[in-house]
């Protein structure tokens, strides 16, 4: 993909390196690890690329062998990098993941505190390459992750949707990465209501609104300024609402869990790409729970993100 080619998405966050234990039991007991790439905003990328969409990636990585190989595995899943740093003298992030063969949460170790992607600052971004494209996507976990990220978050989604784009917003909190319960409400409402498509997680909302259900998380995020909320239910499916149109989606059957991390944004995968062709609110919700749904019957994030073959097989195109 060539930068004058004009994109639909583009996104900006921190991709890490992922060593994902070869065996369950103690991270420190584990002596095989499978590397695999890594970061909430590089997973959704990717997801809409295989889907056919024409997505763009700006970041800073470290000029080392783990910057190298994210960069050479995201550009070889068709994204455009044209606006990604391998930056000398500073260090990529990397993560451990535990194996679990219960469904639950695997234990994560993170090390990326002082990484190049922390230390991206809102001059490092290219509003032309930004407004080339016709969609944001952005989290809540590289807002968190330095003062600078969070202030190239914010003037991102302020400059896209002053311009008459569509913004995206994943809460993806990372409690740990802020300084208090209280400030991460702030940051994130600050954030939210600078979307026009609000997807948090039904815990992910309780805690941020002081609300209990799904309509009343919802309608928090439309009085903010969203458009579009969907509420991720895990099991339970998604409530979706509009200001218009709301409801509930089911979610689709899973054999068996086998890892729950990526499932958010395979979930964001699926309602980004069904609302940027076209799709109504239910069908895109509908795609985004089968992609999730995929995403947890696997070890790695995006193992279980489908090619538009496979989604027009499933009758989800």
């Not at 639950?104 to 032309?128: K, L, Q, T, W």
């Amino acid at each position: 993909m060539t930068t004058s080619e004009p994109l639909d998405v583009v996104t900006l966050g921190e991709a890490m390196v992922m060593l994902v234990a070869g065996q369950p039991g103690p991270l420190e007991q584990v002596e095989i690890f499978h590397k695999r790439t890594a970061g909430a905003e590089t997973n959704v990328a990717i997801g809409l690329a295989r889907l056919g969409l024409r997505v763009g990636w700006g970041s800073r990585l470290g000029q080392d062998s783990m910057g190298r190989y994210l960069l050479a595995s995201i550009q070889g899943e068709g994204v455009d990098c044209s606006h990604v740093s391998l930056v000398p003298g500073e260090r990529t992030g990397m993560l451990f993941k535990g194996q679990v063969l219960d469904g639950s949460d695997p234990p994560i170790e993170y090390h990326r505190a002082g990484s190049a992607a922390s230390r991206m600052a809102p001059a490092d971004v290219d509003p032309a390459w930004l407004l080339s494209a016709r969609h944001l996507h952005a989290t809540g976990v590289f807002a968190a992750v330095s003062a600078d990220s969070f202030q190239v978050t914010r003037q991102t989604m302020r400059l896209m949707r002053d311009a008459g784009r569509t913004v995206s917003f994943d809460p993806n909190l990372r409690p740990t990465l802020w300084a208090s319960t209280d400030a991460m409400r702030a940051g994130i409402h600050e954030l939210a209501a600078l979307a026009d498509w609000v997807l948090p997680g039904l815990e992910e909302g309780r805690l941020l609104t002081g609300s209990q259900q799904p309509e009343s998380i919802a309608r928090f995020y439309l009085d903010l300024g969203a458009s579009v909320v969907v509420i991720k239910l895990g099991p339970d499916g998604a409530y979706y609402d509009d200001g218009s149109r709301r409801g509930y989606v089911p979610a689709s059957p899973v054999e068996r869990v086998i890892d729950t991390v990526g499932a958010g944004d395979g979930f964001a995968v699926g309602v980004i790409s069904g609302l940027l062709e076209g799709r109504d609110l239910p069908h895109a919700v509908a795609r985004g729970a089968w992609i999730g749904a995929r995403a947890v019957q696997v070890l790695g994030d995006t193992e279980g993100l489908p090619t538009r073959a496979v989604l027009v097989q499933a009758g989800l195109s």
